[in-house]
């Protein structure tokens, strides 16, 4: 229970970034990754308050490639949040910000969980105004080889479905994810 707490404490500081054209801020707590001081070739450092990933999938992106790391997957009553991290791992540094768009091959990052139990598949949940509540692929962004936060929002599944396939578009990117209830 502390454990899960702890990652929930990590993540609630958002998951979207502010959707201008500035340059990502260092602080997590707006959902855009730090800049980071390494060179564009060498992986950086995430920045403080970065939660940590339990696995990592690889995946070839339109611009090269891209790590997914699974964070957690946990429901709270009647509603689950998926929390990610996205880290661009591109051969050519493109020089500006990096959204989940371009590293989802340059089209919106559609992240679904997949329940092969029930054969359901889950959709990230919309409020009343119709905004669909989870990262925005256009304007979470960060940095290359720095990583950045996505949470998504579903409806639960039943008490008896322990672990879905979570997919990025079409391509599973974490497989029998744990759901911790």
Do not use: H, W
Request: proline share 7%; hydrophobic share 40%; charged share 20%.
């Amino acid at each position: 229970m502390v454990g899960g707490l702890l990652v929930a404490c990590l993540v609630l500081p958002g998951c979207s970034g502010s959707g201008d054209d500035e340059a990502p801020s260092p602080a997590p707590a707006s959902g855009t990754a730090g800049t980071g001081q390494g060179g564009a070739a060498s992986p950086e450092a995430p920045p403080a308050g970065t939660p940590t990933a339990s696995r990592t999938t690889r995946f070839q992106g339109a611009d090269g490639d891209v790590e997914v790391g699974f964070v957690g997957l946990r429901v709270d009553g009647q509603l689950a949040r998926l929390d990610l991290l996205f880290t661009p791992r591109y051969a050519k540094d493109p020089g500006t910000g990096i959204t989940l768009y371009d590293m989802a091959g340059r089209r919106d990052a559609a992240v679904t969980l997949v329940d092969s139990v029930n054969l359901r598949r889950y959709t990230v949940v919309r409020d009343s105004a119709g905004v669909a509540l989870g990262a925005a692929s256009g304007t979470t962004r960060t940095r290359n080889n720095v990583p950045v936060t996505g949470s998504f929002t579903f409806a639960a599944p039943p008490a008896d479905v322990t672990t879905v396939d979570v997919y990025l578009n079409d391509r599973v990117i974490v497989d029998d994810a744990a759901i911790t209830r």
